[in-house]
């Protein structure tokens, strides 16, 4: 069962969701049920189909629901990432995960433009638990666009946990904090390459002389943003950024299950904490493997999907018997039905986007209380038409992803809406569209089989009960980094060294002009 764990009265029921709109469906309050299931006749199929597209359900009955999301917010049970109570010292702390659980945590949910409550897309995704090194057995980050490393730090999970990092594809809100996960990972304990999963080039001709083929894939990104990096790198190089020994490419490739041999895109030397390694993956094959653990048992495969531009893709992870879904950005389309089909097994956990209605976005964009009537305000309208090419182009609305749901057979033991400007006015929304196109009876409240994500929203599923749960993570706002564990006998001197082999602060700088501590400057202890 999914454990949504809300309190006793749940704020948005589906009987609220429904009130006012059940007399505009009318006898066909279950037609999206009826319809999904093919059983609906021509004409109540053409009816249903009309009151699909009429999008009465916006503005919400209480005002109030834009500035709120009370599902995460006062439903769901917290999951502590710190100890002590209030007025003691509270340290912070990453919770154990259990033998069997998979746990899926979003530190970023939402589309641009930027949003204070929901920073851009990323998913960490963990299994098992190493005792030993108090740490899951494996972990990957799906997805890291801007600001969500505030929330990996604020979360516990240290730079060395995010050594794998997979791109859907290569558009800013999906891998512009891969900056930070990089320049930093070596001053923390990630002194081991960061390995960069992505799709190969789009293979799309410039539409504009000399309209040549644009090397826009995984690999060349990663060579440009390596030396995009090189002034930081070379700065923070007097610090020790290596292990005195580290598994060879080779070892690495056959131990992970890795398409092609991992090679560093620069001159760092393999192992190296500054060393970027792609992986660049076939963006053309459905179901390719891009990643097959033989220690930890993950298995991680690729697909195609649609999206703006040839060279995007979803990831299945499958482990212990879980499996999960995430395709990222796409407009609805088949593929991601096949995979989340799973050859007839189904999936326990499947993450899809959705997008707001055009009008809805508009309104958004231009600070509006409600959408306004069409052919009231040119500007508006000019805003939705333009809103509308891009839904076109890349994205899934909310009733799209409510067909979607209706043709997976078996369905996801729950699926997650995700890159979505998420409160209570636009899940009231969007609840109304799905229960259009699936059985409201199967729907259920909000957190049954459909939730909607938000930043750090923690889901857990675990193999032996088949349990899956949604939690809200609880951190300190004003908490420190993670704790770094490294042993210091375990590595290797930097590259900007003195003649013992320490890192030497001053190798690259002239302190001609810099005052230096002393009785009449400043203190060394820094006090």
């Given at each position: ?32 049920g ?24 916006y503005?919400p ?23 002590g ?41 963990e299994v098992?638990?190493?005792?030993a ?58 002194v ?7 799709p ?67 001159d ?27 220690r ?5 495969t ?54 707001v ?27 939705v ?22 043709q997976?057979?078996?369905?996801p ?42 930043d ?7 193999a ?64």
């Amino acid at each position: 069962m999914n454990t949504p764990l809300h309190a006793t009265s749940v704020t948005l029921t589906r009987r609220d969701l429904l009130k006012g709109y059940g007399a505009a469906l009318g006898g066909l309050a279950i037609g999206g049920g009826l319809l999904s299931a093919g059983r609906a006749d021509a004409a109540l199929r053409d009816r249903a189909r009309a009151l699909v597209c009429e999008g009465s359900c916006y503005p919400p009955p209480d005002e109030g629901e834009r500035q709120r999301y009370t599902y995460y917010q006062q439903q769901l049970q917290g999951l502590r990432y710190y100890e002590g109570e209030e007025g003691e010292f509270q340290q912070a702390v990453y919770p154990r995960l259990r033998d069997d659980e998979m746990r899926i945590t979003f530190m970023g949910s939402t589309i641009p433009p930027v949003r204070r409550a929901q920073q851009m897309m990323s998913i960490f995704v963990e299994v098992g638990w190493d005792e030993a090194n108090h740490r899951a057995l494996d972990s990957f980050v799906l997805d890291c666009g801007s600001g969500v490393c505030a929330n990996y730090g604020a979360m516990e999970v240290g730079f060395g946990r995010m050594d794998k990092v997979f791109i859907t594809h290569l558009h800013g809100d999906h891998m512009s904090d891969l900056t930070h996960i990089y320049c930093f990972g070596p001053s923390a304990d990630r002194v081991t390459p960061l390995y960069v999963f992505g799709p190969g080039a789009s293979g799309i001709r410039s539409p504009r002389p000399p309209r040549r083929y644009y090397d826009d894939g995984t690999r060349a990104f990663c060579r440009n943003f390596r030396e995009a990096m090189r002034w930081h790198s070379e700065s923070f190089s007097f610090q020790n950024t290596s292990l005195k020994e580290y598994p060879s490419p080779e070892t690495i490739q056959y131990e992970w299950g890795l398409p092609v041999r991992p090679v560093p895109v620069s001159d760092d030397p393999w192992g190296d904490g500054f060393a970027v390694v792609p992986v660049e993956l076939d963006w053309r094959k459905e179901g390719g493997v891009a990643y097959e653990n033989i220690r930890t048992g993950v298995k991680i495969t690729h697909f195609p999907v649609v999206h703006c531009r040839q060279g995007s893709i979803g990831y299945k992870l499958e482990w212990n018997g879980l499996a999960m879904i995430y395709t990222s950005d796409t407009k609805p389309e088949k593929v991601s039905v096949r995979q989340a089909k799973n050859d007839g097994k189904g999936v326990d956990v499947f993450i899809h986007e959705m997008v707001v209605p055009p009008e809805i976005w508009a309104m958004q964009a231009q600070h509006l209380p409600a959408p306004r009537p069409r052919g009231s305000d040119p500007v508006f309208d000019a805003t939705v038409d333009r809103l509308k090419t891009v839904q076109n182009s890349s994205h899934t609305p909310q009733g799209a992803f409510g067909f979607l749901l209706s043709q997976i057979d078996p369905k996801p033991r729950l699926t997650v809406a995700t890159h979505f400007p998420t409160s209570d006015d636009t899940v009231y929304c969007a609840m109304n569209s799905l229960a259009q196109y699936v059985d409201p009876a199967w729907l259920g409240d909000i957190g049954d089989k459909v939730t909607w994500s938000f930043d750090r929203m923690v889901i857990s599923a675990y193999a032996n009960t088949k349990e899956i749960e949604q939690r809200r993570g609880e951190v300190l706002d004003f908490g420190a980094s993670p704790v770094v564990r490294l042993d210091v006998d375990d590595l290797a001197p930097p590259k900007y060294a003195d003649e013992n082999g320490a890192g030497d602060a001053y190798a690259q700088i002239d302190q001609d002009e810099a005052y230096q501590p002393g009785t009449d400057t400043y203190c060394d202890s820094g006090y």
